[in-house]
């Protein structure tokens, strides 16, 4: 019971699955130049970032992304919040016909990403499922409404999952580690694995974290030296 409630609520959560579609890059691009217009002072951060081998996401682009990429079974009043150097995200969500807020505090430990795999180990903090309607009488309203389950070591009720998603890797106590190569849109995309392949040895990324309104991706140039640079520029010759 308790490992089907957990496999439900992070499915409703991420609503990262292989038949979603890509949202109209029009529509991105227009959002993008409005939001620029409106604040220029996003080009210099830009400029910044770039010099320090950095690229921030406006959290703001992220909500905007929540509304607008949604379809009608993805989690409702979403709510991607800084909280340095994690980010608190929340969201109404149905689990298994109980209407629940479901927040937590998100921290990207460390990540590992090469040409074969985009691993992040993620932290997560003050979990907490609230069902929001006082008449719901399902079972998972009553084990919520008890304290029957410990949402404190989310990873060990996920790590019980009967059917795991791809992309999930390991999930112990707090801690939950996803491959997004391992997901079916970036797996069977030839044209993601050779751009990987292209990228893999020029630069990789060191770290995420949130620093005041924007979400904040660290990158490290040629992560196995110079020389395997090289070797690939003289494969490709």
């Not at 019971?1 to 109209?24: A, C, E, F, N, Q």
């Not at 801690?175 to 751009?195: C, E, T, W, Y």
């Amino acid at each position: 019971m308790r490992s089907y409630i957990v496999r439900v609520g992070l499915h409703r959560i991420l609503w990262l699955t292989p038949t979603r579609k890509i949202m109209d890059v029009r529509a991105i691009a227009g959002a993008v130049g409005n939001y620029l217009k409106d604040h220029p002072e996003e080009l210099w951060r830009l400029l910044r970032n770039a010099l320090a081998l950095r690229f921030g996401v406006p959290l703001v682009a992220l909500r905007w992304l929540a509304v607008k990429g949604a379809g009608k079974k993805a989690p409702k009043d979403v709510q991607i919040d800084a909280l340095p150097p994690g980010v608190r995200v929340a969201a109404s969500l149905d689990l298994m016909g109980t209407p629940v807020r479901a927040s937590a505090v998100v921290y990207v430990e460390r990540v590992r990403a090469n040409a074969t795999e985009l691993c992040l180990e993620i932290r997560l903090d003050q979990v907490s499922l609230k069902v929001t309607d006082d008449s719901s009488a399902t079972p998972i309203a009553a084990l919520l409404k008890s304290g029957a389950l410990d949402l404190s070591k989310p990873g060990n009720l996920v790590a019980y999952m009967p059917k795991r998603p791809a992309i999930l890797v390991d999930a112990k106590d707090d801690r939950i580690v996803i491959d997004l190569m391992k997901h079916p849109k970036f797996a069977q995309s030839g044209n993601v694995q050779r751009l990987l392949k292209i990228l893999a040895p020029l630069v990789t990324v060191s770290g995420i974290e949130s620093e005041s309104e924007h979400l904040d991706v660290a990158l490290r140039p040629f992560p196995d030296g110079v020389g395997e640079v090289i070797a690939r520029v003289r494969k490709l010759l």
